[in-house]
Every structure is written in structure tokens, then in C-alpha cells.
């Protein structure tokens, strides 16, 4: 196992930085996953760590020693490529074993190689597919032979770009409860990059969230959940987004336009009379309670109408009409009002998070929720 540090690592491309400054310490053992759209930075950042792109500054450290100069292949890294990069003309059996059989990695016994692909192949759900030719293979299939040759074999480093994004949903959520518990990748440091927030909380020891080559936060899945630091990062967490609802401070409180709703301003928040600020409220935090249901101490009551009730299953998505901006409510299907019911929605204070406005609204910067500022300081 090993540390991975990144200092001030930069790469561009034309007049474009795919990665800007990144600094990162990831510890040994430890399951570190970047989460951010298409063209963050995600994939360049694990070509660097790899050594298969030249970066431009900075410098990448692997176990206490700096990879300056060193050549991808005696990294003792193993990256999962989303593209599969398998050998065509070689079984699934064959594919899995030519990393134990290069003696850059060190050379495994018959028996050794056996265990390992039966470990692997066993948890992917690949293992009845042993004697088949990548051509004879799902895209999916291949997708996990592609990442059972990275699993089989010992590293440093574990580089897993994408792995899961060409399987179909049951098998993802089924691969996510199963991949951190390999054995060989629990033990070992692992770099994972995904736009799939679910694979970013359920995976990560910590997560870092990218936008433009640069990381916005870094925090436990449970912290950044729970504070998220500006606008970006809580929309890039949940489906539905969150819920942003422009409002002004007046009088010791957030009143919304168009609606008779107001929300009491909390002591602790560093926010003026008149400001303008954005109040964030998570679809599932969003409670519908009837008209005129009980709503809870300690909750605003914001009264609307069932525009349109989306039902997918077990959960139904409601978008509520409220006289100022609408809100998007997910709620149990069984208990989904009809479209055109009236409606209470009641969000629990601790879970509106406010953000100071900003031009750009992903900048908007969380200060506190608002129920009162956060134990711990959002500037850093």
C-alpha cells in the first residue's frame, strides 16, 4: 500500500487547464473518490498519477517517493480504463491473468493466479464467462473484465476512472455494495473518479467534488451531504437537484417573493438587512403534510398546489406550484398526493441551507443553515 500526494499538479491542453493546482493527500489504505461533470479534470487527474500525460507543474508522490520522471510502469499503479482496453484476441481467463504473469508486477504461481481471478471474477459476476473472447461479451461484461485485471493483482495505487458507468442499474447499486469490500481493494489506496453521486457517497472514505480542474471541496460523504460549501457541490449531490429559492432579508427574516412565506433569520449567520441570498431545501427534506397538516415545531410551512405528480416506482416526484418559485418534493408513492391536490410543504429549519448570492450562482457560497450557523466555519 501507499500514500498519494499531489502538489500543485497542473495540465493544460491549448488554452484550456484540464487540471488547475490540484493539491490532494490521500492516505494509506484509504478510498478516495472525485465526483464532477464531464470536463472537470476527473480523467486527467488519474493519466497524471499514472504517468501516461506529461503534467506541467507541480509534482505526484506515490508511497513517499516522487514520480518525477518515473515511467508508468514502475508506478505500481493499476488503472480501470473506462474505454475497457482489453486484449481481443485473449479469453476473459487469459485477460485477467496477463497482469500476474508480467514480470514487472511479479510472476504468481498457477494456484496463486487461480485464487486471485476466483476472488475477483466471483464478486464482478464474471465468472462463468471465463473462456469467452471480448467480442463475444455485453459492454457491461466487458466493463468488468476491464476492471477484475486491474482487482486481480496487487498495487500501490488503484486507479478506477468510470467503472461502473456501462452497467445497468440493478448491477450498479449491487457493485457498489460489493467493490469496497474485495479484498484487495479494501487494503489498498484507491483513486476512483465517477460523475454518479450515489457511487461518490456510498464509496468514498472521503470525496472530492471538481469543477474546472480545480477541487471545490473535500470532506466526509456525510459532512458534504450534510454542508455542502457553495451551490455546486449541492447540486451535485442528490437527484432531483436541490431546491434554490431566491430571497431577501428583511426584518430578521428571508421572505420569499410571491409568496407570504418568510423564514426566520437565525443568530450566528453573517447576513445584512436587505440582502439577497439563495435558501436551498432538498427534495426529500421537502415534506408533504397535507393542507393545513401538522407540520412540526421548529418547520416553515410553505402552502401550493400538485402541479405534476411523476411516479417512478416507490418514490413519486411532486412539483408543487407555491405562488412565488415552484418546488420539487420526493415522497413515498403511496403517500403522492393527486395533481391539482392543495398541499403544505414543511422543511425543518436545520435542513434550508442559505447561500450568499453570487453572480454566478454555482459560486453562491453556503453560510450556515437556517437554523443557525454551522459548529464549524465554512471559510477556508
Not at 505526484?60 to 486484449?87: C, K, Q
Not at 436541490?242 to 407570504?260: K, S, W, Y
Not at 426529500?284 to 402541479?307: D, F, I, M, Q, Y
Request: hydrophobic fraction near 40%.
Amino acid at each position: 500500500m501507499g500514500t498519494l500526494e499531489l502538489r500543485g499538479v497542473t495540465k493544460t491542453y491549448g488554452a484550456k487547464k484540464a487540471v488547475d493546482d490540484l493539491t490532494i493527500d490521500i492516505g494509506n489504505g484509504e478510498f478516495f473518490v472525485i465526483l464532477g461533470p464531464s470536463g472537470a479534470g476527473k480523467t486527467t487527474t488519474l493519466k497524471a498519477v499514472a504517468g501516461l500525460v506529461d503534467i506541467d507543474a507541480g509534482d505526484v508522490s506515490i508511497a513517499d517517493t516522487d514520480m518525477t520522471g518515473v515511467e508508468p510502469y514502475h508506478r505500481n499503479v493499476a488503472m480501470a480504463f473506462e474505454s475497457y482496453a482489453l486484449y481481443p484476441q485473449k479469453t476473459v481467463a487469459e485477460n485477467l491473468a496477463s497482469p500476474l504473469k508480467s514480470g514487472r508486477t511479479g510472476n504468481y504461481s498457477e494456484a496463486d493466479q487461480k485464487e486471485r481471478i476466483d476472488t475477483v471474477t466471483k464478486t464482478l459476476g464474471i465468472n462463468h464467462l471465463l473462456n469467452r473472447l471480448p467480442k463475444e461479451l455485453s459492454n457491461g461484461q466487458r466493463q468488468r473484465t476491464a476492471l477484475g485485471r486491474v482487482l486481480v493483482r496487487p498495487a500501490d495505487i488503484y486507479l478506477l476512472d468510470e467503472p461502473l458507468s456501462h452497467l445497468d442499474a440493478k448491477l450498479r447499486a449491487s457493485m457498489r455494495a460489493e467493490l469496497k469490500a474485495l479484498g484487495g481493494l479494501s487494503n489498498t489506496t484507491t483513486l476512483y473518479v465517477t460523475h454518479d453521486y450515489q457511487e461518490a457517497l456510498s464509496l468514498g472514505d472521503r470525496v472530492g467534488v471538481m469543477r474546472d480542474g480545480r477541487l471545490v471541496q473535500v470532506d466526509a460523504p456525510a459532512v458534504m451531504w450534510r454542508r455542502p460549501k457553495d451551490v455546486f457541490v449541492a447540486r451535485a449531490l442528490g437527484q432531483p437537484e436541490m431546491n434554490l429559492v431566491e430571497a431577501v432579508v428583511e426584518n430578521g427574516a428571508f421572505r420569499i417573493p410571491g409568496t407570504e412565506v418568510s423564514v426566520p433569520v437565525a443568530q450566528g449567520l453573517d447576513i445584512a438587512q436587505g440582502e439577497r441570498v439563495l435558501l436551498g431545501m432538498r427534495p426529500g427534506e421537502c415534506k408533504v403534510v397535507g393542507a393545513n397538516g401538522e407540520a412540526g415545531s421548529g418547520s416553515v410551512v410553505v402552502p401550493g398546489k400538485v402541479l405534476l405528480a411523476e411516479r417512478l416506482g416507490r418514490q413519486t416526484e411532486l412539483d408543487i406550484e407555491t405562488g412565488g418559485p415552484n418546488l420539487i418534493s420526493t415522497v413515498a408513492a403511496h403517500l403522492a398526493p393527486d395533481e391539482g391536490s392543495a398541499v403544505d410543504v414543511a422543511i425543518d429549519l436545520s435542513n434550508i441551507h442559505v447561500f450568499k448570492a453570487a453572480e454566478n450562482r454555482d459560486d453562491s457560497l453556503r453560510i450556515g443553515s437556517a437554523a443557525g450557523a454551522d459548529m464549524r466555519e465554512e471559510k477556508r
